[in-house]
């Protein structure tokens, strides 16, 4: 059983006194809410705040990235073992936005993971096809090389905690979402191969889907057998729009 896995990614979005607004709402609309887990990801800079407004409601904290170091010459950067110490239980690694922008490699993500998994962190492994890609018939290629390499370091006793989120990067803040039965049927392969890299451990990894998750598509997900839950970027920034989201995911453990 696969208990449901909402996770909010706010990107580089929000001040604090912002982020913390948002945290007040979420609260609100969130409280009590069983059966699915939670997960915000504000920027590092909000944190430690809203890791302390969140501390007693059932919403967890996530980081957006890390460095696979622990600590060292790398200006800029935030390891593993800092963001534990804030709190945080899980960190979205190998984002599209991170592997196009600053040009991370399958295996700067694979060292990510690893590290993630060492400090305590449970890794949101992010895989997904360009449209370039998909257009030239190789999504699934991509897609498994992404999630071969990315968790070629996971020891198979930690397969378990890991979580994988399909974002195909031409449904990120397009508008233009997957429809749930593409969007399904990647997650089936991907549940296909982890269990040919992991055995039945691979049972327990969520499958998220990401690209433009809102109030009005979330349902073609929320219903997918496939499909344990949503990476939400947008609509994440908005309480009662990501509410609405988790609320879908809630109750459906399968
Ligand atoms: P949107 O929900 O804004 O399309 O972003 C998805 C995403 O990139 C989440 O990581």
Redesign the pocket.
């Known amino acids: 059983m696969r208990t449901p896995l909402v996770a909010g990614?706010w990107k580089m979005n929000k001040t604090v006194r912002e982020a913390l607004e948002l945290v007040g709402g979420l609260n609100t609309q969130l409280a009590g809410i069983e059966g699915v887990d939670v997960v915000i990801c504000p920027p590092f800079t909000a944190l430690a705040d809203v890791g302390r407004a969140l501390a007693g409601s059932a919403l967890e904290l996530g980081a957006q990235d890390l460095h696979w170091e622990s600590r060292g010459a790398y200006t800029g950067e935030i390891s593993a073992p800092m963001l534990w110490d804030l709190g945080c239980t899980y960190v979205?690694v190998g984002?599209?936005?991170r592997r196009r922008g600053p040009g991370e490699s399958d295996e700067d993500v694979q060292r990510k993971v690893a590290a993630s998994l060492a400090n305590e962190l449970i890794p949101i492994l992010?895989v997904g096809e360009s449209l370039e890609e998909r257009e030239a018939g190789r999504t699934e290629r991509i897609v498994q090389t992404q999630a071969r390499v990315g968790t070629l370091n996971v020891e198979p006793d930690q397969a378990a905690s890991l979580v994988v989120?399909y974002?195909p990067v031409w449904?990120?803040?397009?508008g233009q979402p997957a429809t749930g039965a593409e969007a399904n049927r990647i997650a089936g392969l991907l549940r296909q191969w982890l269990h040919e890299w992991f055995g039945d451990r691979a049972g327990q990894i969520r499958i998220l889907y990401?690209?433009?998750?809102t109030p009005e598509t979330f349902g073609e997900f929320a219903g997918q057998p496939e499909i344990d839950g949503a990476?939400?970027?947008?609509?994440s920034l908005d309480a009662a729009a990501f509410a609405a989201i988790v609320q879908a995911f809630a109750g459906r453990v399968g």
């Open positions: 990614n979205i984002h599209s936005e992010c989120a974002e449904a990120i803040g397009t990401g690209g433009s998750v990476l939400v970027g947008g609509a």
